[in-house]
T-cell receptor, first 113, second 114 residues
Framework: ETGVTQTPRHLVMGMTNKKSLKCEQH?????MYWYKQSAKKPLELMFV???????ENNSVPSRFSPECPNSSHLFLHLHTLQPEDSALYLC????????????FGNGTRLTVT | AQSVTQLGSHVSVSEGALVLLRCNYS??????LFWYVQYPNQGLQLLLK??????LVKGINGFEAEFKKSETSFHLTKPSAHMSDAAEYFC????????????FGRGTSLIVHP
């Protein structure tokens, strides 16, 4: 029971498909994050939502679109992806404080064919 | 600006041997430091954190880390490795000088041999 739930756990999609990843946190946190984890590469921060700021990594392609309807839910909308987008996508949440650790979900393993 | 360096992308030890995973950070202000562990097909899980209360921090599963300001280090240790410790370990830093967003190291894969 991690407190952060991601669905689906696995997703296979073609390059012309549109799909969404969902993340839900039950910890009462006020900041949520999307990370991309590819083999042999560092953990890559994609998007952050918190009460006062939305931070985007400018290198994230526009085919990834985040949505945060409330403090408990976070989505990542995917469209016209490329094979190099295949990776583990991790959602995390935390209290918006410098000494607060991140709480991660178990991720969605995405394969783009 | 803050940064984290984890020396060694892979560390291999025998079961029962000492585990030492290295982490050095760069920060212009007092940092908050974290170690996370990631088992296969799972997300990252907090092992321990340093928030200035004590320089030696004890975490879960018998791990501990020591904050050394003079060396800007926060190395992770465990006296005796178990097979179940085989995983990816990440060091992260957060400081009050910049964004609330923590910075992660590239990770170290711990391999435990029987």
């Amino acid at each position: 029971e991690t407190g952060v739930t991601q669905t689906p756990r696995h997703l296979v999609m073609g390059m012309t498909n549109k799909k969404s990843l969902k993340c839900e946190q039950h910890l009462g946190h006020n900041a949520m994050y999307w990370y991309k984890q590819s083999a042999k590469k560092p953990l890559e921060l994609m998007f952050v939502y918190s009460l006062e700021e939305r931070v985007e990594n400018n290198s994230v392609p526009s085919r990834f679109s985040p949505e945060c309807p409330n403090s408990s839910h976070l989505f990542l909308h995917l469209h016209t992806l490329q094979p190099e987008d295949s990776a583990l996508y991790l959602c995390a949440s935390r209290e918006r404080a410098y000494n607060s650790p991140l709480h991660f979900g178990n991720g969605t393993r995405l394969t783009v064919t | 600006a803050q940064s984290v360096t984890q020396l060694g992308s892979h560390v291999s030890v025998s079961e029962g041997a000492l585990v030492l995973l290295r982490c050095n950070y760069s920060s212009s202000v007092p940092p908050y430091l974290f170690w996370y562990v990631q088992y296969p097909n799972q997300g990252l899980q907090l092992l321990l954190k340093y928030t200035s209360a004590a320089t030696l921090v004890k975490g879960i599963n018998g791990f501990e880390a020591e904050f050394k300001k003079s060396e800007t280090s926060f190395h992770l240790t465990k006296p005796s490795a178990h097979m179940s410790d085989a995983a990816e370990y990440f060091c992260a830093v957060s400081d009050t000088g910049g964004s609330y967003i923590p910075t992660f190291g590239r990770g170290t894969s711990l391999i435990v041999h029987p």
